[in-house]
C-alpha cells in the first residue's frame, strides 16, 4: 500500500484566530481524535492489536483528553454508518480520502455531536453537504425500517460496537413492563431470553444520565454479571455473603430476588467504593444490607 501523503492539515501549527475557548478545543480535539483513530484503524487493518484507545488518548501529545476520548469512541461506534452514508453523498472524494480520519470525526460531530468550532476546511466541506448527510442517513433508517439512528448499528455486523446494551431492572423499585414502556420512547426494546428482568437496547444507547438509572430502577448491568445472582438463585430469607460487593450490583440484584427478605452481608475494603455501594443500595431500596469493610477467608463474620 502506498503511504499515505503527509501534506495534511497540521493542528498544532495552525492558529485559529477568533472563536471561543469551546470553539477552539473542539477544533483540536476532532484532530486529536482523527489521529487516534488512524492508529486504532491502522492496527485493525493489519491484524494487530491496536493500541487500546485509552492509551493512545493518555499520551502526553494530546491536550484534551476527555473529549478526544468521547469523539474517537463515539466515531468508532457509528464508524461503519459514517462510512456508508458519506459514501452515498459522495464526499468523501479523492481529494479528501487523504484525511478521512477527520473526515469521519468531523461527520459523526455534525450529524450526531455539538457542531461546534467548525472553522477548518474538512468542517467546512462537512457542513457544506450537511443536508445531504442527514438525508441520506434519514433513508437508511427508512430503507431498514427502524426509528433510530442507534437501531442502524444493530444491522451493521461489522460495526466496532455492535454489542448491545443490557439493563437489569431493579425490581424492588419498578418491575420490568413499566420500565420497557419508559424505555421504549427513546429506543428499541427486548426482554432477554435467558436472565428474567435484563433488557436489551441497541448497541451504543448512552443512558448514564437517564431518570432511571440514576434512581437506580434500573442497572446498566451486563448480562454475564446479572447471571450469577441468578445462578444461586437465593430465596427470600436465605442469608447471603457478597464477598467483593462495590458498586453493588449483585448486591442489589440479591435483594431483588429476595424480595428484601433475608440478609445480605456486603463486603468492600476499598473504602472510596465502600461510599458508592451505600449509595446504590440506599437507591436501590434494599433494606436487608448489612456492611463489612473487608472480607477475609479465614475469617468468621458470618
Ligand atoms: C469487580 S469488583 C466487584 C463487583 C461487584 N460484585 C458488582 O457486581 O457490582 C471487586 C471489588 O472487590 C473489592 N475487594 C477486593 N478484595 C476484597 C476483600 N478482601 N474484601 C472485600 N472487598 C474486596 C474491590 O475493592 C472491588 O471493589
Known amino acids: 500500500m502506498a503511504p499515505r501523503s503527509e501534506k495534511k492539515e497540521k493542528p498544532r501549527a495552525r492558529k485559529i484566530s477568533g472563536g471561543s475557548a469551546a470553539e477552539r478545543s473542539a477544533y483540536f480535539a476532532r484532530r486529536e481524535a482523527a489521529r487516534v483513530l488512524r492508529s486504532v484503524l491502522q492496527g485493525d487493518a493489519r491484524r494487530r492489536a491496536a493500541a487500546s484507545i485509552k492509551s493512545l488518548v493518555y499520551s502526553p501529545s494530546v491536550r484534551n483528553k476527555k473529549a478526544t476520548f468521547a469523539l474517537v469512541c463515539q466515531t468508532l461506534k457509528y464508524l461503519q454508518v459514517l462510512k456508508d452514508v458519506l459514501a452515498a453523498s459522495n464526499v468523501l472524494s479523492a481529494k479528501w480520502k487523504m484525511q478521512a480520519e477527520l473526515i469521519y470525526v468531523t461527520a459523526y460531530d455534525v450529524l450526531f455531536g ?90 451504543g444507547t448512552d443512558l448514564h444520565k437517564h431518570p432511571l438509572v440514576l434512581d437506580r430502577s434500573i442497572f446498566l448491568q451486563g448480562k454475564a454479571s446479572s447471571m450469577v445472582a441468578v445462578a444461586l438463585s437465593p430465596k427470600p430469607g436465605w442469608k447471603v455473603l457478597d464477598a467483593c460487593a462495590a458498586p453493588g450490583n449483585k448486591t442489589t440484584h440479591l435483594a431483588a430476588l429476595m424480595k428484601g427478605k433475608g440478609q445480605i452481608i456486603a463486603c468492600e475494603i476499598n473504602e472510596r467504593r465502600i461510599k458508592h455501594l451505600e449509595y446504590a443500595v440506599k437507591c436501590s431500596g434494599a433494606h436487608n444490607i448489612l456492611f463489612k469493610s473487608f472480607f477475609l477467608l479465614n475469617q468468621v463474620i458470618l
Open 114 to 203: 455539538q457542531k461546534i468550532g467548525m472553522t477548518g476546511a474538512v468542517e467546512k466541506h462537512i457542513m457544506i453537504h450537511k443536508h445531504v448527510l442527514e438525508s441520506t442517513l434519514l433513508k437508511f433508517c427508512a430503507n431498514k425500517g427502524v426509528k433510530f439512528i442507534e437501531e442502524l448499528l444493530l444491522h451493521n455486523p461489522s460495526s466496532v460496537v455492535a454489542k448491545p446494551r443490557y439493563i437489569r431492572v431493579n425490581t424492588l423499585k419498578m418491575n420490568t413492563e413499566c420500565a420497557i414502556r419508559d424505555l421504549e420512547r427513546i429506543t428499541k426494546v427486548e426482554k432477554d431470553e435467558m436472565v428474567p428482568d435484563m433488557l436489551v437496547l441497541p448497541g
